[in-house]
């Protein structure tokens, strides 16, 4: 967390990364461009494809998912889109858990649609829909550590053993658990991306996102990485990197041409936040089960999704994927009469909170709490809303660091008192 | 960006070997010692198609100072360097044999390697049969299986890092100018 990735350089020392705040490099001659162009030597040309200060967060976290190398992007929604485009071609299909991040549904369903590439939806926790749902023209598999806003947990191992089975890779979004709960590559995942924005940065200060490789899937059966590239004079990327030849297309062909890099200073404040990413993440996880423990014990709570608590359906799978904590991102509904009423009622505990902080992110430092239907899940259709688990009154609770007893009483003296 | 003083991390991402065979062939202090060292840099098997693995690595081994030895029968010379088509066949002394053929000829170049007093038998990434390496070894070459040349000098000397990857490098000595 604190090393990796950074050495001191020779001249000045310095033991803080530096921020190469630089758009270009200037080359050392005509024969060193070329040969950078043409990816014949390691180097920087221009902050769209690679940067000193990106590097040194790119290669730390990599290190802390015992990954082959990472590529860092402008935020986690373009990490998903650059593994998308670098891994797929029109026709392709990815076959995906229902219970992921509202955003990524939709890009999945729309945005993907629009490069002929489609998906379909499975419950993760039913292997056998996984199966099923696997066509000829299937080419991945896609789910998160800790689904949204649900808390499913996915079973990587037999995911991946499924997706192992069939020769194709397995794609795991780990943004709730990030490296210090779960590393998803030691259970037999291809590839991770991360909402870095969340609890890698930590502090709410910087968008941004990954994308990493474990190195060890083999890419010769995937044209868009084996066969050689229009878009890079007929280069074959796996045959000439071997096990960097993934993350050099996604590089140099992907982010180049998308152009959603990451701000070297961007790259800068998430640093910071590697450096105390376990501390915050144990921490973190600690609180969150004190409230959910709380909030299930309380009379004006009808159920509590936590997957660190006994009666979450996916707490066996909780307790072996993640034994240092389920995350610090949960949600609870109120009890209510109706649909409207829960709605009604939710809208008057979100205004009485004075700690939590109303707004669209989590794994922040500090508390936070939204109202997914009428915000991050408003795009979805009612029937894509129920797949995702999200009922009308769901409230999702991300937690911060906080004195854990000043949000207990937060907690306490926003929700309705038990009626005389 | 070079690497601190007796900077020796146990290198273990991306291999077919066992841990014992990476003991054996991977080690990275012979793997280092032969960068520094290492003058002369016989390619076996390197091609003539700039956009093959084996011209990636000979390009910039060449760009980085090493001489190069193309060996390829049918090559007349490559990246500007005289071709042979064998080991026997060069006059100069070799350092190193870098070897880009399948498995199944390791073994004979390896005993060409040995023959003609090279300092060190090098088979690339993907690239393992352990009768070629454990023969050589024998012999007293520095023995390397299932690395890449250009990959371990941009672990060492700081440009692999650049490409966002992981070296596997951890330490707060400061760099040195290399």
């Not at chain 1, 530096?18 to 902050?47: C, H, M, R």
């Not at chain 1, 996102?209 to 890419?219: A, E, I, N, R, T």
């Not at chain 2, 065979?21 to 990275?28: A, E």
């Not at chain 2, 060449?62 to 360097?81: C, S």
Request: charged letters at 20%; one cysteine or more.
């Amino acid at each position: 967390m604190v090393h990796a990735g950074h050495i001191p350089d020779a001249v000045t020392g310095a033991r803080a990364v530096p921020i190469y705040q630089t758009t270009s490099f200037v080359f050392d001659d005509a024969e060193q461009a070329a040969q950078l162009f043409e990816l014949k030597q390691y180097g920087n040309i221009y902050t769209r494809i690679s940067n000193p200060t990106t590097a040194v967060f790119e290669e730390r976290i990599a290190s802390l998912e015992g990954a082959t190398g990472a590529v860092a992007t402008a935020s986690g929604m373009a990490a998903q889109l650059v593994t998308f485009l670098t891994l797929l071609a029109p026709g392709d299909e990815i076959v995906a858990s229902s219970q992921l991040y509202g955003g990524s549904i939709t890009q999945l369903v729309h945005t993907l649609r629009k490069f002929s590439i489609g998906v379909r939806f499975v419950n993760p926790s039913v292997l056998s829909e996984w199966e099923a749902a696997i066509t000829p023209r299937t080419r991945a598999l896609y789910g998160e550590t800790i689904g949204n806003p649900r808390g499913a947990i996915l079973d990587i191992e037999r995911v991946a053993a499924l997706a192992a089975s069939r020769g194709m890779p397995l794609i795991v979004d780990s943004t709730m658990a990030t490296p210090a709960l779960c590393r998803p590559i030691e259970h037999g995942a291809t590839l991770v991306v991360h909402s870095a924005t969340k609890f890698i940065g930590g502090h709410g200060t910087a968008i941004g996102g990954v994308l990493l490789d474990s190195g060890k899937f083999d890419f010769s059966g995937y044209p868009t990485i084996a066969a050689p590239s229009a878009a890079y004079h007929d280069l074959r990327f796996y045959d000439t990197f071997g096990h960097y030849g993934f993350l050099m297309k996604a590089r140099a062909e992907t982010v180049r041409d998308t152009g959603a890099c990451l701000s070297p200073f961007n790259a800068f404040l998430l640093i910071q936040g590697l450096e105390t990413l376990s501390l915050r993440m144990h921490r973190q996880s600690e609180s969150a089960l004190r409230v959910a423990r709380f909030l299930e014990g309380h009379p004006a709570v009808a159920w509590v999704a936590y997957a660190g608590l006994p009666s979450h359906p996916d707490h066996a799978l909780a307790v072996k994927y993640l034994p240092n904590g389920a995350g610090a991102v949960f949600s609870f509904g109120l009890k209510a009469g109706s649909a409207a009423e829960g709605r009604a009622a939710g809208r008057r505990f979100i205004e009485g909170l004075r700690l939590f902080s109303h707004l669209a992110n989590i794994g922040d430092v500090r508390s936070l709490v939204i109202h997914p239907a009428s915000t991050t899940h408003q795009q979805l259709t009612d029937e894509e809303l129920a797949k995702g688990g999200v009922g009308p009154g769901l409230i999702r609770l991300s937690i911060g660091l906080e004195n854990v007893e000043d949000l207990l009483w937060d907690l306490d003296q926003a929700l309705p008192a038990p009626s005389r | 960006m070079g690497p601190g003083p007796g900077l020796a991390c146990a290198i273990t991402l991306n291999s077919a070997l066992t841990p014992e065979q990476q003991r054996l062939y991977q080690d990275p202090l012979v793997i280092q010692r032969l960068l520094r060292e290492a003058r002369t840099i016989a390619i076996v098997g390197l091609s003539s198609d700039p956009q093959r693995a084996s011209w990636f690595v000979a390009s910039y081994l060449k760009n980085e100072g090493y001489r190069i030895i193309p060996v390829n029968p049918k090559a007349d010379a490559i990246l500007g360097e005289r071709a042979y088509p064998d080991l026997a066949s060069i006059p100069d002394k070799v350092d190193m044999v870098d070897v880009f053929r399948p498995a199944s000829e390791c073994l004979a170049v390896a005993r060409q390697a040995v023959a003609i007093g090279a300092g060190a038998l090098w088979l690339q990434l993907r690239l393992v049969n352990i009768e070629a390496a454990e023969l050589a070894a024998k012999s007293g070459l520095a023995v390397v299986v299932d690395r890449c040349v250009k990959m371990e000098h941009g672990r060492y000397f700081g440009r692999l890092h650049w490409a966002g990857m992981n070296t596997e490098i951890i330490s707060a000595r400061k760099a040195r100018l290399s």
